[in-house]
């Protein structure tokens, strides 16, 4: 069964550093997401992405955050200049869209640690 | 801005019988609902889904009743096994957009 892939599975970063979180989402999904958990607290959507451009993000999504397509298979999330709050799981997700739009698949996620 | 609200922060419920996992909405706008469930170390896992046309959906053990009157749905899961022991997300979405998810309820199935 295909699935969304997120690599690394844990993190580990100095804060203000960049870093790079990657997926591979499911390859014939056209929309793609990223969602982050923050400990003990819900899953919280960062941004959606379809068509390479952004479609929606949320208000944690601010100018530290950018996200890209580079090739036809890579989904990637960049965080600038890493802070002690974006130690969380971030999820990765994609859906097929049209009438299963609603429905996201989400990958096993990466553990941020900012120190 | 709890948009959607799981109340339960955990249930045990007995191996056999019936679970049932409950959610309330306050957005109008929401017309689609899905239920997740996950594993620790795992993301979350898609379950169940309702259309806000529908009030019921079924898939083999799992049912989703939505009553739009009272903003409200609800998972049951009958009937429960060991595996079915998880955190249930309620999440719901308007077309075209982003899902919002509850906190969360963490089921124990008790053998």
């Known amino acids: 069964e295909p699935e969304v892939t997120q690599t690394p599975s844990h993190q580990v970063t100095q804060m203000g550093q960049e870093v790079i979180l990657r997926c591979v989402p499911i390859?014939?999904?056209?929309?793609f997401y990223w969602y982050r958990q923050i400990l003990g607290q819900k899953v919280e959507f960062l941004v959606s992405?379809?068509?390479?451009?952004?479609?929606?993000k949320s208000e944690i999504f601010d100018d530290q955050f950018s996200v890209e397509r580079p090739d036809g298979s890579n989904f990637t999330l960049k965080i600038r200049s890493t802070k002690l709050e974006d130690s969380a799981m971030y999820f990765c997700?994609?859906?097929?869209?049209?009438?299963?739009?609603?429905?996201?698949?989400f990958g096993a996620g990466t553990r941020l640690s900012v120190l | 801005d709890q948009q959607v609200k799981q109340n339960s922060p955990s249930l045990s419920v007995q191996e056999g019988r019936i679970s049932i996992l409950n959610c309330d909405y306050t957005?109008?706008?929401?017309?689609?609902f899905l239920w997740y469930k996950k594993y620790p170390a795992e993301g979350p896992t898609f379950l169940i889904s309702?259309?806000?046309?529908?009030d019921k959906n079924e898939d083999g053990r799992f049912t989703v009743f939505l009553n739009k009157s009272a903003k409200h749905l609800s998972l049951h899961i009958v009937p429960s096994q060991p595996g079915d022991s998880a955190v249930y997300f309620c999440?719901?979405?308007?077309?075209?957009?982003?899902?919002?998810f509850g906190k969360g309820t963490r089921l124990h199935i008790l053998p």
């Open positions: 992405f379809y068509n390479n451009e952004i479609s929606e």
């Open positions: 999440a719901a979405s308007v077309w075209d957009d982003k899902i919002i």
């Open positions: 309702i259309s806000s046309i529908k």
């Open positions: 957005n109008s706008m929401f017309d689609y």
């Open positions: 390859s014939n999904h056209l929309y």
């Open positions: 997700a994609s859906s097929r869209g049209g009438l299963a739009k609603n429905i996201q698949y």
